[in-house]
């Protein structure tokens, strides 16, 4: 496993949980991040599913070996009949308004004919309301998002996924908070976002002053930054 892999604490929490034979394996919502480390795990066939066409190039470069398919899990015909040992959702739930919009809901129950063993999630818990500068990076990434007409991620906590796997027939194995330690890579990713929202601004006045707020807030930010700030979540089910 590379380096930068190995550093990740959420992947090394599955890795130390599964042991070292991965069998065949299916990203359910696969980026570049997740294709990779799963790679790194020589599993015996790797599968990765993907919303956006605009990846697909990328995803085939970083695991060459991998077969990536264009598709959305509301599609009764994806991979219909096959099953994989190993099902990895890694941030899918959150990410799913954006795509299908309420078909969170029925995420678990729509791939569970798929996990033959195992099922590894990972998720962001709703990020604070609290006032901070942070806080306020987020409302502002979803200000522009809404703005420009478009839908913003939605993360659910835990131990609401918890018990959307138990109504789906999984039985959850462990589940972990790990506190983030946040900086500039996630000012600016998230205010990156804002400002690539600002052509789709219907107003031009609006669009303006919402591009002069988010130069001011993000030299705002990124002085009060690191904080530990939100935390992300990961569960483990048999499936």
Known sequence: MSPLVREDALFSWFDALHGPTWGSVLDAGTGDHSLRWLQSLSPRALTGVTAESWRMDGLRQVAPAARVILGQWTDPALLAGERFDVVVADYVIGSIDGHAPYFQYEFLERVRP??????????????????????????????????????????????????????????????????????????????????????????????????????????????????????????????
């Open 114 to 239: 798929h996990v033959a063993d195992r099922l590894y999630l990972v998720g962001l818990e709703p990020q604070p309301r609290d006032g901070s500068v942070l806080d306020e990076v987020c409302r502002v990434r979803d200000a522009a998002i809404l703005l420009a007409g478009h839908r913003c991620y939605r993360e659910y906590p835990r131990d609401v996924v918890l018990a959307w796997l138990a109504r789906a027939g999984f039985k959850a194995i462990d589940s972990k908070l790990f506190p983030n330690r946040l900086g500039a890579r996630f000012v600016n990713g998230q205010l990156d976002v804002a400002v690539r929202k600002l052509p789709y601004f219907s107003d031009r006045a609006v669009a303006s002053g919402m591009e002069a707020h988010i130069v001011e807030l993000r030299a705002r930010a990124l002085a009060s930054v690191p904080q530990v700030w939100g935390a992300d979540w990961v569960i483990a089910a048999q499936g």
